[in-house]
């Protein structure tokens, strides 16, 4: 698929909710999807049109999610945490580690900062941030493709760094060694983390995602008790991250906390960490 097709097509669903809706109904109830709607997102191949009923293609379930993340996020009021956390201005330099398709970054674009970059090495999602950049007429946004293990940035280039359930998916010691890297000095770094406590509450509620739960499991009990990690094929990673090791290695390595996330809730599950770079 051309990237200027799918450019289009994202824009197209931004600009017609009921096309956007049409996207989402392929996944789970279809009757409503009218004839034509199958037809435009056929043509962005976003849905193939077999019989007997149009289904959406790996690229269409793709954008599905990453616009339905989108608008979680900015409708739904999710981002407002970190953006106040992170107190972007004007003259800020935001980088968004793992951006997907900017449905966090674009939040804090809207703080108009001086640069803001979203790092992501899914180009469909990239693809995918472009269009919305254009959608909300965010000219600062900066797509880059490359992987948060090796940034492609000099150091300190960024004072207000994001990475957003991310680290579950990675190398997580050279990932946090690389946000360190390139934070300058008093740089804020906001960090959402999956812990072990996550992965636990699947694992006795018998969610184990074809094994998936367990492994992220005995992966994380590797990293956070001998520093390793394994690896499935050239880039999947799965593991948790405890709290108390990101904080502890975060201070050993030059950073201050200056806070943790107080939801009762969440905090266990999905524990966000605010520092700064001293
Ligand atoms: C759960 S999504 C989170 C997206 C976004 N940060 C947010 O706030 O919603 C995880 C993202 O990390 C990206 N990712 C995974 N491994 C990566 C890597 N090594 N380098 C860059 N991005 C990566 C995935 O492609 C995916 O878009």
Partial sequence: MKSS????????????PRLLQALEDLSHDPSGVSREQAEILADGGLC???????????????????????RRQIEGGAAE?????????????????????????????????RLGVGLEFDATALAVFTAISEFEGLRGAHPVRGNAEMLPFADGSFDRILCRVVLMHVRVLPTLAEIARVSAAGALVYLHLTDFWFYWRKFLRRQWEKGGVPFALLNGLLLQFLGL????GATRSMNYQSLVAVRRWLIRHGFEIVGIEEDREHRRLQPKILARRC
Avoid at 48 to 70: C, D, F, I, K, Q
């Fill in 229 to 232: 990690q394994v690896r499935i």
């Fill in 81 to 113: 945490t970190y953006i106040s956390r992170l107190d972007v201005r004007h003259d800020s330099r935001v980088l968004d580690v793992g951006c997907g398709a900017g449905q966090s970054l674009v939040a804090l674009l809207r703080e108009r900062p």
């Fill in 5 to 16: 097709i799918l450019h289009a097509t994202c824009l197209r669903l931004l600009r017609d």
């Fill in 48 to 70: 193939n049109l077999t019989p007997p009923r149009a289904a959406l293609t790996r690229l269409g379930r793709g954008v599905s999610y990453h616009l339905a993340e989108y």
